[in-house]
Each structure stands twice: as structure tokens, then as C-alpha cells.
């Protein structure tokens, strides 16, 4: 993953119609352009300004996990998570474990991810761990997440038996997020049995992802979460453009056509369950 370039307003969505109360469940505000607290504080006021009130900001790789955490201490209105993605697990070395221990000791590290299993890269990207390699990071990163009581966000591309797999194997933690959920309506039935949360991205406003939209309409409110993965899906009709997280109403709103429902309850639902799941209101500046 890497970070995009700053970029001019003519190639950015329009801000929507506010729509209160929103939480980004997982965004990636280093990827998105940020690297001071201003540049945060700037994002977060573009996000304040249409609703969305806090977000959780995601780490790819170590230097990444070192930032989100920073990032969080920059603006109350951001949390992070910490984690080596499942293409890069060949770098989950010794030193890598000992740094993401402490990072997701920190008070507003709220959560272990994005990690988990992508069939989609190996092979295709230089570099990229190997399915057995992102298998035993992962198999890691639960146990993480056991050890330190905080949610499993995970990542899965194109892996739907091999992150069952591994979540048989060693056991799921008690609280499991599949973040920017794409799979079809059997896997989402298998995780809302399970009791796992299914958070949901710009691509459930895309006109031909029709099996996830079957999918989402199956998870029930107390299992839905929305997001942005800014900066990447951007929602319809600006798929392809720049995402960041002002642009989560426009997947909400999209959502909730889909369930024919209204809104601000699917709005509110989702950001009373992020504030819950992640316990933001008992996550402090440290």
C-alpha cells in the first residue's frame, strides 16, 4: 500500500449532504495524504462537517502502525488500529512482534488489523508473503488480539475457506471484524452465525456487486458497520476518484436504499455498534 499523492479539489468528490451520527470504521489517513496533525486535524474537520465524528485509522506495516498510533494522539476524534497486512506477514519478524506487543498496548489502539488471509496477491505481486507465511501472521495476530482483549479486524481477498480456516484452527477472539466485507451471501451467513461483524465499504454502492448486495441485506443491525478504507472505494457515482472519510455518506445512503431503510437509523445503528465494539467513549489520550 502506498501513500497516494496530495491532490488538487477538481479530482476530489463533492462533500454530501451531512448525515449524523457516522463513524468510520476503517479508513487509512496516512494513505489518504496525512503526515502532521494538521493534515489530520484537516481530514477530520472535512469528515466532522458531513457527520462522520471519529475514525479508526488502520495500519499496513510497521512504520505505518507507528503512525496510526501517533495519529491518534493528534486528535481526539481519531483511533487506530495496528497490525502487518497479510501480504507483508513475511516481515513479521521478532522485532516486528515485540513493536506491534507495545503499539497495541496504547490506550487508543482499539483494535489488531487489518490482517488475515489475500489469495488475490501471491503471485501476482513481488514481495508478497506466501499463503503459508500469511497463515501463520495471522494465526499470531489472533492470539494478539486474545492477549490484549482488543477486536480481530480482518482482511480477506478471494479467502473465504482459508480465513475460516485458520479462525477454526485457532479460535476466534471474542470480538471479529471482517472489514470492507465482498463476499457473497453463504460467507456472510456463516459469520452472522458465527456472531462476527461484517463492516461495509463504498463497493456495496456498486451497480454490479450484486452478490454482496444480496449479502447485505442479510446482516442484521447489531452486525453492521460501515467504512471508507479511504483512500481507496470511493463510492458510486465517484468510483475511481480519491476516497477519504466526508465521503462516508454516500455509501450510507446507498446502503440504506439497498435495505430500503432509513439513513440516519442505518447511520445511527452502525456508529452506536463502532462506539460499542471498539469501546471509543472508554478510550482515553494517554
Partial sequence: MTKSSKRSAKDIPPAPEPLAPLVDAHTHLDA???????DVHAILDRANAVGVEKV?????????AQWVTRAADFDDRVYAAVALHPTLANALDDAAR???ERLAEHPRVVAVGETGMDMYWPGRLEGCATPTEQREGFAWHIDLAKRTGKPLMIHNREADAEVLD???AEGAP???IFHCFSSGPEMARTCIEAGWILSLSGTVSFRNAR???DAARLIPPGQLLVETDAPFLTPHPYRGAPNEPYCLPYTVRALADLLDRPAAEVAAETAALATRVYRLDESCRS
Avoid: Q
Avoid at 489518504?32 to 494538521?38: D, R, S, V
Avoid at 479508526?56 to 505505518?64: C, E, G, Y
Fill in 166 to 168: 485458520v479462525l477454526r
Fill in 56 to 64: 479508526v485509522t488502520i495500519a499496513d506495516d510497521l512504520a505505518s
Fill in 98 to 100: 515485540a513493536e506491534l
Fill in 211 to 213: 452478490d454482496l448486495h
Fill in 174 to 176: 471474542d470480538t471479529v
Fill in 32 to 38: 489518504c495524504g496525512a503526515e502532521t496533525a494538521a
